[in-house]
């Protein structure tokens, strides 16, 4: 009975993951520009923030700005019912009433998620540590070594900052030149193969086992 319970949260988790990366993709791919540039514009506005000042103080002038606008508006709402002599009530009224409350069906398929998510991780990262193959742990370490360097040039904040951008652009991109981009990605992809072989030639117990 357990096998057939963790197939079927499986395939719970890659269905919420389906549904959630199709809204990810409209918003990466531009499809709509008013939704996609206001969250890429917040993004970056909070990230340039932060580099700046503190967490703290983002966070606290974030919210004073939230503030000013809706109390400005309350009081400016109230004085326009007072002077009209109008009973329009709360003007935030239907957000007001809107539930935002998270069931508990909700929150344990949030959990069962990313419960799934941290052991897939885990197993991963204890492959990768303990050598179960060889070749992937030295991909690993190659990658790790690589962050070193580029730690050395970019704080945490800087390759974020990049990131995003590069969400936000790179896919708009490829989608554009996507035939001469494959066309690039294809040779170098041969060439890293062609020396990974050699060096799984000359290194005695990298060669992958035949499948």
């Excluded at 079927?8 to 520009?33: H, I, N, P």
């Amino acid at each position: 009975m357990q096998p057939a319970a963790d197939s079927t949260k499986m395939e719970c988790f890659w269905s919420s993951w389906k549904c959630q990366g199709t809204v990810a993709m409209d918003l990466l791919y531009w499809r709509d520009l008013k939704q996609t540039g206001i969250l890429f514009g917040s993004l970056l506005l909070l990230l340039f923030s932060l580099t700046q000042f503190s967490v703290v103080s983002v966070v606290a002038y974030l919210a004073l700005a939230a503030l000013s606008a809706t109390i400005s508006f309350r009081v400016y709402k109230s004085v326009l019912q007072a002077v009209q002599k109008t009973d329009d009530g709360h003007p935030f009224k239907t957000y007001l009433d809107v539930e935002i409350s998270l069931s508990q069906e909700q929150i344990r398929k949030y959990a069962e998620n990313t419960q799934l998510y941290v052991n897939s991780t885990l197993k991963e990262l204890r492959r990768l540590f303990l050598v179960q193959d060889l070749v992937d742990s030295l991909k690993f370490a190659v990658l790790m070594w690589l962050l070193t360097y580029v730690g050395a040039l970019f704080n945490g904040l800087t390759l974020l900052i990049m990131a995003v951008v590069s969400m936000f652009t790179m896919p708009v991109i490829y989608e554009k030149y996507q035939a001469q981009i494959d066309q690039y990605l294809g040779l170098i992809r041969t060439h890293v193969n062609s020396v990974v072989g050699k060096i799984q030639a000359k290194i005695p117990g990298a060669k992958r086992k035949a499948e």
